[in-house]
């Protein structure tokens, strides 16, 4: 069998959270539990959100915990650049293969969803459909709008059709692409490429056969499925894990700032007492003990991770920090 490649693929946006710790281990014990090559490409798509800052932050907090890449933005490797603010060349050269095959149509709706489309769409925010206002534009009225100085955004035709495929945790998932999005974007209006074409693009490229990241991308994949299909590119294997959530049912994200990995570092918890937690939560070990990713190679199991949310405690953070110091 070919060589397992899985990746960890965060967007510098803010410091990591436990909910990032969490799919990063996930995904690295996949590829590690296979012998396999292990890529950290940095998602720097959205120039607006993105910050150098963070991807040292992230490294750092990454190497912290306990987890190593073989490919990556600091050690390089064969399918560099793993910046994608370095490889919009690529993004511009699949944008020209779908335009080329009449797949393509400029759509100059201004809407705030046109500016989100840089960033992987999350669970809690509304996904628009759209209607296809711009599909059938004429011409004269397309002129007209350019005339107007107005600048669009390019949109992929959506064939009208089911699309499968079968996830490591959620079994047999179908969805209707002209229900549940539409025409998607695949270029925003200021020419920043869209999340779900830069990231078949670079998994296509890179050789990933293994994608493991949160279930809040799940209804994303058939999108990206047809865009492997368009562009001649094998799609991997996607397992979508479960987010974690705080007490109050709100997905734990870079607003929880006490847990973030820095601030629980700051107040002396250690990595082991976090990858215990996570891999305890995730049906790894039996009961919780501080434990290292290494250790927990062996005990990985893609069959025992639970698919409903993982709820953590208010009062986690001291449940940690106890438990850092009794170790
Ligand atoms: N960069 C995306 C995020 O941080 C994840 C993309 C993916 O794993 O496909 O949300």
Redesign the pocket.
């Known amino acids: 069998m070919d060589q397992v490649r899985g990746?960890?693929?965060?967007?510098p946006?803010g410091e990591m959270h436990l909910g990032?710790a969490w799919?990063a281990l996930l995904?690295w014990l996949q590829v590690r539990r296979r012998g396999g090559v292990m890529v950290l490409r940095i998602?720097d798509?959205d120039p607006d959100r993105s910050r150098p800052i963070f991807t040292a932050k992230l490294l750092d907090d990454m190497r912290w915990l306990g987890l190593d890449w073989d490919e990556g933005p600091d050690v390089g490797g064969p399918y560099g650049p793993y910046r994608q603010d370095e490889r919009r060349d690529r993004y511009e050269a699949a944008v020209a293969k779908l335009t080329a095959a009449g797949l393509v149509y400029p759509c100059y709706c201004s809407r705030a969803e046109l500016h989100s489309a840089a960033?992987?769409p999350?669970a809690g925010e509304h996904e628009f459909v759209y209607p296809g206002t711009c599909r059938h534009l004429s011409d004269d009225r397309a002129e007209a709008l350019r005339q107007a100085g107005r600048r669009p955004a390019l949109r992929l035709r959506v064939p009208d059709m089911s699309i499968s495929f079968i996830d490591g945790v959620h079994g047999t998932v179908t969805q209707k692409l002209a229900v549940a999005c539409g025409d998607f974007i695949i270029r925003r209006s200021d020419g920043v490429h869209a999340?779900q074409l830069a990231?078949v693009v670079d998994?296509g490229a890179m050789g990933i056969t293994h994608?493991l990241?949160?279930d809040?991308?799940l209804a994303?994949t058939p999108r990206?499925l047809l865009l492997y299909h368009l562009l001649g590119l094998t799609a991997p294997a996607f397992t979508h894990v479960p987010l974690l959530y705080g007490m109050d049912g709100h997905r734990l994200s870079k607003r929880q700032k006490d847990l973030s990995l820095a601030a629980l570092r700051a107040r002396g918890v250690s990595p082991r007492a976090i990858v215990g937690y996570l891999a305890w939560k995730a049906c790894l070990l039996p009961e919780y003990r501080p434990a290292s990713p290494a250790e927990l190679i062996a005990a990985f199991d893609e069959k025992a991770l639970p698919a409903g949310p993982i709820f953590v405690s208010d009062d986690l953070a001291d449940f940690l920090l106890r438990e850092s110091k009794d170790e």
């Open positions: 990746r960890f693929a965060p967007s946006t990032n799919t995904a998602e798509l960033s992987a999350h999340y990231v998994d994608v990241r949160g809040d991308l994303s990206q």
